[in-house]
């Protein structure tokens, strides 16, 4: 056994630069698995995190469905959810706390875009959300300084902001100093109530897109911008276990208030943080398809590289084979030498092609900390087995048909 792996060993050193473009396919279908899938399992991870943050008992009512794809006429044509809906959610018995939100993204900073000013210093990109008192609660949100926007805020529609951390640092060098300043919002004059404690991250070391957000009452926000009127709800029920119920009662609640017939579905979604984490995994799940068919394509295409480098090598070594068929090699060894050939090949672009995605994985995560890739034992290992699996397949037909010599026939070849 030792002497038939010392065999196909020599003849890989004896053509190096043949060997490496044989494998070429193999190297690039291990790296994109492994590359690919380091990005995707630090993403889920980071995803997942951040949806936990969110909180296990937080249910969601919203217009439309958490999904992927295009929307179907009837749900673009659904009426929307107002702050009147989230005002008698609040009311029933399994609900704690209730959170009506407005929101309106910042742009790329030059005209048009949605900027929070103090003097000459400007924060650009910024969020604007339109939020009620509760919003607090619900989410759970630390303040770093100043007070919360209040039931009163809400009632008078009141000019106040709660400005996120990285806001906020943009606008003051020493945050502490935030609070009683007024600052221009999209050139109204709001005054500066309270800056948020910077929140976490679940994108390894990158910034919070949601720390940089200018919190103001609902009735503030629909000043602004009264085109913007279709509310997403967010709430609590009274404790976990009342989960199901607060669910059961939002849903017949909100049926009666949209007159839902009762043979008809739903017209609005009521969803868990579940629904996130399944949009994810549907998200990420594409990708995997698609990098899954990459990888093949190259793991094929180096397969058959293989096949016919090998059948070139039997053709070219036909005479050693005869030689060795006179001195009592059988068609066995013979075949396993020129297997064990082909596995080693693929065997070793397989490590390349780790290797290769191991460096890729960090070049991702040291130029991109926003995405937290991880290598996967997993992967690796399957992006090996994989590599050795091509070389066998794809080696079985050189490898038969060089043990089926005749050897007579292969020591007159020349």
């Known amino acids: ?168 640092e943009t606008l003051f060098p020493n945050i502490e100093t935030a609070v009683g300043r007024q600052v221009d919002l999209e050139n109204k004059v709001f005054l500066v109530i309270g800056v948020l404690e910077k929140r976490r991250t679940g994108l390894g070391d990158g910034d919070n897109a949601e720390d940089n957000i200018a919190e103001i009452p609902v009735g503030a926000f629909e000043k602004l911008h009264p085109e913007i009127d279709d509310y997403f709800i967010s709430l609590q029920p009274i404790s976990q276990e009342a989960m199901p119920t607060a669910i059961d009662q939002v849903e017949g609640l909100m049926r009666r208030r949209r007159a839902v017939p009762y043979n008809k579905p739903n017209n609005f979604s009521v969803f868990t943080q579940d629904a996130f984490t399944d949009l994810w995994n549907q998200i990420s799940g594409g990708i995997f398809a698609v990098m899954l068919a990459i990888s093949s394509i190259a793991l094929l295409v180096g397969g058959v590289g293989v096949m016919n480098i090998m059948l070139v090598s039997v053709t070219e070594r036909t005479k050693e084979i005869g030689i060795r068929k006179a001195i009592g090699a059988t068609q066995q060894k013979i075949m396993l030498q020129f297997l064990l050939e082909a596995m080693t090949l693929t065997a070793l672009g397989g490590l390349i092609g780790i290797g290769a995605g191991g460096l890729l994985t960090v070049i991702v995560r040291t130029a991109a900390p926003f995405l937290p890739a991880a290598m996967s034992p997993f992967w690796v290992a399957a992006g090996f087995t994989t590599s050795v699996g091509t070389g066998l397949i794809f080696g079985l037909y050189p490898a038969y048909k060089a043990a089926k010599l005749d050897p007579i026939e292969a020591l007159r070849y020349e």
């Open 1 to 168: 056994m030792n002497d038939i792996v010392a065999m196909a060993m020599d003849s890989i050193r004896a053509n190096k630069i043949r060997s490496v473009l044989t494998v070429l396919g193999v190297v690039i279908g291990v790296t994109t698995v492994i590359g690919m899938s380091s990005v995707i399992s630090g993403l889920n991870t980071a995803i997942s995190s951040q949806i936990e943050g969110l909180g296990s008992n937080l249910i969601f009512v919203s217009r439309f469905p958490i999904a992927v794809g295009r929307m179907d006429t009837e749900i673009r044509s659904r009426k929307k959810l107002t702050l009147e809906d989230a005002e008698a959610i609040a009311e029933l018995p399994a609900v704690g706390a209730v959170a009506a939100t407005l929101r309106r993204f910042g742009g790329g900073g030059g005209r048009g875009s949605y900027v929070v000013k103090y003097r000459d210093r400007t924060a650009s990109n910024t969020i604007i959300e339109g939020v009620t008192a509760d919003h607090e609660n619900v989410f759970s949100l630390d303040l770093r300084a100043g007070r919360w926007i209040s039931s009163s805020d809400q009632f008078r529609r009141a000019n106040v902001v709660v400005l996120g951390y990285d806001t906020a």
